[in-house]
């Protein structure tokens, strides 16, 4: 499979931050659009459309998240200058028209940025993932996340100990509409494919020798109506030699 690379990421992805490591995101940055744009979209329409049912999930109940989401992403790119959004269709960066599918709204999200997304609802005492457009899984399986709480996602993560589970949850109650936040993450890898799905009970090991930085622009916004959580993860895979260590 040929290698989609970026060159540049437009933040200091190695620089060490307490987790779990938020910012304030200004609005208009929510979306971006970066150097690999046409070859990732191109391989997230290949995935669509060949490997959907592990790429996309959207949970019972959830339905009127998924249209709010796309209504988002829509008035971000109807304000960009290298987007063209009619009433049924947008013209994107790399030429490609990408129809409104509104009976299919998740999957017409997955057509249009380079971003996944994974909504959480709340149920109960915590937050859930119900929906999820995930192209690009850095070392986890979509299908033992969707339905979750935020706890067991963070399955097998070493660092997520009971304190940090509490911070988060708290995080996510106290995002407010019109606030969206972010943070970043990098690891090393051997594999620079973007979809790399890896289960839970897999072995894990810090692949620090390896030749590829895969790092992570993840997104937290509130939506108005529904107020499901949106996390974003814009994803950059660079080579060692483009990256100033």
């Known amino acids: 499979m040929k290698k989609i690379l970026q060159t540049f990421v437009p933040y200091d992805a190695l ?3 307490p987790l779990p490591g938020i910012a304030p995101m200004a609005s208009e940055d929510w979306i971006i659009v970066d150097e690999a744009y046409g070859a990732q979209m191109a391989e997230r329409e290949r995935l669509l ?14 339905e009127a998240a998924c249209d709010e989401l796309l209504e988002a992403v829509l008035s971000v790119l109807d304000a960009r200058d290298d987007f063209d959004v009619g009433d049924d269709r947008v013209v994107c960066p790399d030429g490609r028209c990408v129809n409104l599918d509104r009976t299919d709204p998740l999957c017409t999200v997955g057509r249009l940025v380079q971003q996944d997304f994974c ?33 067991h996602i963070h399955v097998p993560v070493p660092e997520y100990d009971d304190n940090i589970a509490r911070r988060v949850q708290r995080l996510f ?10 943070r970043k993450n990098a690891h090393w890898y051997r594999d620079p494919h973007l979809f790399h799905p890896k ?9 620090v020798k390896g030749d590829f930085l895969r790092t992570e622009r993840q997104s937290l916004l509130r939506l108005p109506r529904t107020q499901a959580v949106v996390f974003g993860i814009h994803t950059f895979v660079l080579a060692r ?5």
Do not use: Y
């Open 15 to 17: 620089a060490k931050v």
């Open 49 to 62: 459309s060949n490997d959907r049912s592990a790429v996309l999930a959207v949970t019972e109940g959830s």
């Open 119 to 151: 909504l959480h609802e709340k149920r109960g005492d915590e937050h859930v993932m119900t929906v999820a457009v995930l192209c690009f899984p850095a070392s986890w399986t979509l299908a033992e996340k969707i339905g979750k709480p935020l706890t």
């Open 173 to 182: 109650d106290g995002i407010k509409v019109g606030r969206p936040m972010w």
């Open 199 to 207: 289960t839970e009970n897999a072995p894990r090991h810090q692949e």
């Open 241 to 245: 030699e483009d990256v100033d260590v």
